[in-house]
């Protein structure tokens, strides 16, 4: 079981937007800025996406956007495109001393 | 731009004990504002962080693998290395090397991945 609650699947059509979100506890995404996102197409390492809650790495596209709300954060993609389907794992330090993450969430367009 | 290539056998048996060697290209691995580690994920399963290692040799752990593991770096290689020891089945993983800001945020900079298969 992983210590952050994804939702295990995702869906939306070309264009739409979608939200993926990613519960904790107040001793990991609550309690720190720390919280990674990241895409995983099969077969492929996982990509950074968003780090540090709310920051795009260079070369990531604006369609894609994080957010932080208590306990849980949240992933948007915006104007869905075919090459979005993919795996979608989120990530935080917590107070352990260690790097959590999501069981992952599987975004079919 | 930095590259990251793990390499290391491929199959093992339970009891042994595994080890993965990261070769990083590109960029210095003696450098002081970053930290190289390693992240695991099961065949069809999450992913789970490993540890981490500083040029200097500080290593931060994950506290369910820790009394298994030992990370290291060899600046005269370039090169930083992962054992972990009594490898059971549930040790079967695809392990990936990278490149992390602090020990526990992790850059862009992955390498492809290795499958590790632990059966006897």
């Known amino acids: 079981q992983s210590a952050l609650t994804q939702p295990a699947s995702v869906s939306g059509s070309p264009g739409q937007s979608i939200t993926i979100s990613c519960t904790g506890t107040s001793s990991d995404v609550g309690g720190y800025t720390y919280v990674s996102w990241y895409q995983q197409h099969p077969g492929k390492a996982p990509k950074l996406m968003i780090y540090d809650v709310t920051n795009r790495p260079s070369g990531i596209s604006h369609r894609f956007s994080g957010s932080k709300s208590g306990n849980t954060a949240s992933l948007t993609i915006s104007g869905l495109q075919a090459d979005d389907e993919a795996d979608y794992y989120c990530?935080?330090?917590?107070?352990?001393?260690?790097?959590?993450f999501g069981g992952g969430t599987k975004v079919s367009v | 731009q930095l590259q990251l290539q793990e390499s290391g056998p491929g199959l093992l048996k339970p009891s042994e004990t595994l080890s993965l060697t990261c070769s990083v290209s590109g960029g210095s691995i003696n450098s002081w504002s970053h930290y190289w580690g390693w992240i695991r994920q099961p065949p069809g399963k999450g992913l789970q962080w490993i540890g981490s290692?500083?040029?200097?040799?500080?290593?931060f752990y994950n506290p369910s693998l820790k009394s298994r593991v030992t990370t290291s770096v060899d600046t005269s290689k370039n090169q930083f290395s992962l054992k972990l020891s009594s490898v059971t089945a549930a040790d079967t993983a695809v392990y990936y090397c990278?490149?992390?800001?602090?020990?526990?945020?992790?850059?862009?900079?992955w390498g492809q991945g290795t499958l590790v298969t632990v059966s006897s």
């Open positions: 290692v500083y040029y200097s040799g500080s290593t």
């Open positions: 990278l490149r992390a800001i602090t020990p526990w945020q992790p850059t862009d900079s």
């Open positions: 990530s935080s330090f917590a107070s352990s001393n260690t790097l959590v």
